[in-house]
Nanobody, 115 residues
Framework: QVQLVESGGGSVQPGGSLRLSCAASGIILSGFSTGWYRQVPESQRELVAHITAGGGTNYADSVKGRFTISRDNAKNTVYLQMNSLESEDTAVYYC?????????WGQGTQVTVSS
């Protein structure tokens, strides 16, 4: 079955960095549109970063210049490098992959930014 497994979350101080990983099985990520979303309690899940099957990227305005999405096709893994983290970045981060009407989600990984 298809699985997306996020890892790399944790607690950091403001200004710190984390790299999230999303390891896929059952699908080949290079053929999918893949994104990172985040969600805080009682709020809508929002798109953070997106990478197309062709490698094009898009970012939410709030993370432009600080976050970078990338994909390692050999490892079938998508990454989110998060720099200059702020308290507002605290959320559960989810990986997803979309193709031909199918949408797959990971289980989420918690990121907490606090002093």
């Amino acid at each position: 079955q298809v699985q997306l497994v996020e890892s790399g979350g944790g607690s950091v101080q403001p200004g710190g960095s984390l790299r999230l990983s999303c390891a896929a099985s059952g699908i080949i990520l290079s053929g999918f549109s893949t994104g990172w979303y985040r969600q805080v309690p009682e709020s809508q899940r929002e798109l953070v970063a997106h990478i197309t099957a062709g490698g094009g990227t898009n970012y939410a305005d709030s993370v432009k210049g600080r976050f970078t999405i990338s994909r390692d096709n050999a490892k079938n893994t998508v990454y989110l490098q998060m720099n200059s983290l702020e308290s507002e970045d605290t959320a559960v981060y989810y990986c997803n992959a979309v193709l031909n009407g199918y949408r797959y989600w990971g289980q989420g990984t918690q990121v907490t930014v606090s002093s």
